[in-house]
Structure formats: C-alpha cells, structure tokens
C-alpha cells in the first residue's frame, strides 16, 4: 500500500502545479497536468492502491474525487475536505462495470448520469440485487419511474416481487412494467407543439387531430348515418395515421382499372390526386398527406341491400392502401 497523503503531495504540490499526465480512468476524461491545486475540479486517485488519510483542504474547487479499483479504499480516509466534495469511495464497478462508461454519448459517465438523478451508490447496489445482478434495458429511466411515479424502492421489490409472477403483488409489478414501457413509447414519439402532452405515435396527437377531424365532420357525408358513425369513430379514436378512415367522393378517382372478382367483392385498381393523411403540419396548417396516389377499391356484392354488421367490418378492413 501506498501513503495516501505522500503520494498526493509529490503528484499534486502545494506551492506548484499537478505533475501527473493523462489522468484519466475508463470514464472519467481529467486533464490536471499544470493546475494548481485551487484549479482542480475532479480528482482521480483510482488503481493507486493508496491507504491512510488524505487532507484536501487547499483543494478549494474540487468537486469529485474517484477511487475506482481502488483496493485500499477501506483505509481510505478523505478528511479536511471541501463540503461540496463528492466522493465516489464506493466501487461502482463491483455493481456492473458499464458503470464507469459513457451515457449515451454524453461527456457523463454511467455513475455520474445515476447520480444526476439522486441515486446513490447503495441505493443503485440494492437495485441491482433486487434483480439478481441483471441490468435491465434502459434501467435508470425504469428505476427512476418507479421511484418517482410508483415511490416504491429495491427493498420492496425484492420483498414482494415473485420470480414465478404468481402473487398478487407480482401481477401488479408486471402491470406497472407495461405501463412503463408505453411510458417510454410515447416519450420516444415525442409532445405535441400545442397541448404538450405525450404524442400517440410519431408526430401524431390524439387528441388534437380528434379535434381537426370534427371540425370537418359537416364537410362530407357517405349518405349514410352508419357509414358516417364508423369513419367518425375512426378518425376521433385514431392514435396514429394508419388508423384513420376516410369518406372520399368516387368521382375523386381516375383510371379506373378492373382487376379481379372475388366472393364478396369486385376489386379495382384506381388513382386519386391525394394520398393518405399522414401527419398535421403544424406550419402550413393542413393535413400532409403521403406522396403514393395509387389505391385499390372494392365494390361488395349485394352492398345496396342493408347495412349489416359484416358489411360495416368489410368496410373497416377495406381501409384505403396504396
């Protein structure tokens, strides 16, 4: 072992500035060579194997001080430090090594982006033991959730969660993890520029195109009430483009080609001069519409005879496609 206090006094004089180039670990990026001590931010004492005490008073600015690897740690003692020091003495590497990698192309490491968000070293240990060592995807956005949104913490999962998924508090567990996942799905799609809140798919809202969809409702008409009823329906309950019905006029279409006779059915291939709705653009103030005008129609048999359950499904699974 190697005197802590010793070693800090040859690298980083008190009347001069730090002697130690590239000072650096896996994660953490620190270049003090020719700092005084007054000008040091972070300090890596990592893999020096040092032991005793250390007396960093001088060291006015220092923010971080990270021991990594650091096999003395539990004779390391930190003293006389700045009160806005932050000590990683714990080795966070013994957790999961990715740890000490960069998040996400930050310029943070793994540690530091955790910390960011309040968590401590035991408390990211407890996590990590609750799940039997297994880091899940994306685990700091999941564990925050589940603090934040659920105010549950390690102990209680590791107290009420089954592996088998067979008690009460298990299924409730495996509920909030659903819920969790379409949290990131519609966080991943992004807000919406006028009510803010949570996109239901790429660039699409709900709730706001519901409203633009029934300001047109008196614009078109099939002529009939239940026809009408379904692509309303369609249009308000839509979560994303794929899910819109449209009443389009026959005469909108041209080139009208026969293709085949089916059961059910005559099919036609046919063009119309606009495409599918795509997505609201916000700046022009109407719907974009896809760029394909090519469609296929259908002409169901007997469709003059009432309207019939069956036939409103044909007309739901006949969506217009390119």
Same mark, same amino acid.
């Given at each position: ?9 040859? /690298? ?33 004492? %990592? ?6 005490? #250390?007396? #960093?008073?001088?060291?006015?600015? #220092?923010?971080?001080? +990270? ?17 806005? =020091?932050? =000590?990683? !003495? ?11 990698? &960069? ?38 956005? !999941? +564990? ?27 299924? !409730? ?5 659903? &819920? ?13 520029? +006028? ?24 614009? /078109? ?7 009408? %009823? ?19 006029? +026959?005469?909108?279409? %041209? ?43 259908? =002409? ?23």
């Amino acid at each position: 072992m190697v005197n802590a206090q010793i070693w800090l006094d040859h /690298w980083y004089p008190h009347n001069g500035t730090c002697l130690r180039k590239n000072e650096k670990d896996w994660g953490n990026k620190i270049n003090n060579f020719g700092k005084s001590r007054s000008q040091i931010t972070h300090l890596n004492l %990592s893999d020096q194997g040092l032991s005793g005490s #250390l007396d #960093l008073s001088d060291f006015t600015n #220092l923010r971080y001080v +990270y021991t990594f690897n650091q096999t003395g740690t539990d004779r390391l003692e930190i003293i006389n430090k700045n009160e806005q =020091v932050n =000590v990683a !003495l714990s080795n966070w590497m013994d957790i999961n090594p990715f740890f000490v990698e &960069e998040y996400q192309n930050s310029n943070q490491t793994c540690q530091q982006k955790w910390e960011e968000q309040g968590f401590a070293y035991e408390e990211v240990k407890e996590w990590f033991n609750a799940w039997e060592g297994v880091f899940p995807y994306d685990g700091l956005n !999941l +564990y925050a959730w589940l603090k934040n949104e659920k105010k549950i913490d390690a102990q209680w999962v590791r107290n009420n969660v089954d592996p088998n998924n067979e008690s009460e508090t298990s299924k !409730l567990f495996e509920k909030w993890l659903e &819920e969790y996942h379409e949290w990131v799905w519609l966080r991943d799609n992004g807000t919406c520029p +006028y009510c803010q809140r949570f996109n239901t798919s790429l660039e699409w809202c709900r709730d706001c195109n519901a409203k633009r969809f029934q300001q047109d409702f008196d614009k /078109w008409t099939s002529g009939n009430e239940e026809i009408d %009823s379904l692509i309303r329906k369609s249009q308000l309950e839509a979560t994303n483009p794929s899910g819109v019905i449209e009443w389009i006029p +026959y005469q909108e279409f %041209s080139k009208i080609e026969f293709l085949a006779q089916g059961g059910f059915a005559k099919v036609y291939r046919a063009e119309r001069e606009k495409g599918d709705i795509f997505i609201w653009n916000h700046e022009q103030g109407k719907w974009q519409r896809e760029s394909n005008n090519t469609f296929v129609l259908k =002409v169901l048999n007997n469709s003059s005879q009432g309207i019939t359950k069956e036939f409103l499904q044909e007309i739901s699974n006949c969506r217009t496609a390119s």
